[in-house]
């Protein structure tokens, strides 16, 4: 069975560091686009950054210079690395695989309704 095991969520005071792990089977992987998502209570979840088979990433501007995605391909993980923690980032944050295009991210990276599959979510919370 295909699936995604977030891991590194906790709490950080604002200006702070954390580190998210995404474990995934071998096939979602390999031949996946992956990408974080983030969910706050009462807002609509929204993506953070992606990944594609080449290393190509995407992320929304709230997070760019602050923010980085990667992928360890011989541990089939994908790290968020979050820098310079703001309140605003306090969220459930997802990871998902879109594996549509074989690893390959697609116009509509952004958009939930993209990816197949998804993690159980890890807690971020940044507060003083």
């Known amino acids: 069975q295909e699936q995604l095991a977030e891991s590194g969520g906790g709490s950080a005071q604002p200006g702070g560091s954390l580190r998210l792990s995404c474990s995934a089977s071998?096939?979602?992987?390999?031949?996946?686009?992956m990408a974080w998502f983030r969910q706050a209570p009462g807002k609509d979840r929204e993506v953070v950054a992606s990944?594609?088979?080449?290393?190509?990433?995407h992320s929304v501007d709230s997070v760019k210079g602050r923010f980085t995605i990667t992928r360890d391909g011989s541990k089939n993980t994908v790290y968020l690395q979050m820098n310079s923690l703001k309140p605003e980032d306090t969220a459930i944050y997802y990871c998902?695989?879109?594996?549509?295009?074989?690893?390959?991210?697609?116009?509509?990276?952004?958009?939930?309704?993209?990816?197949?599959?998804w993690g159980q979510g890890t807690q971020v919370t940044v507060s003083s």
């Open positions: 990944l594609d088979r080449g290393g190509t990433t």
């Open positions: 998902a695989a879109d594996p549509q295009f074989h690893g390959w991210c697609g116009g509509a990276w952004n958009l939930p309704s993209e990816y197949d599959y």
């Open positions: 071998v096939y979602i992987d390999k031949t996946s686009c």
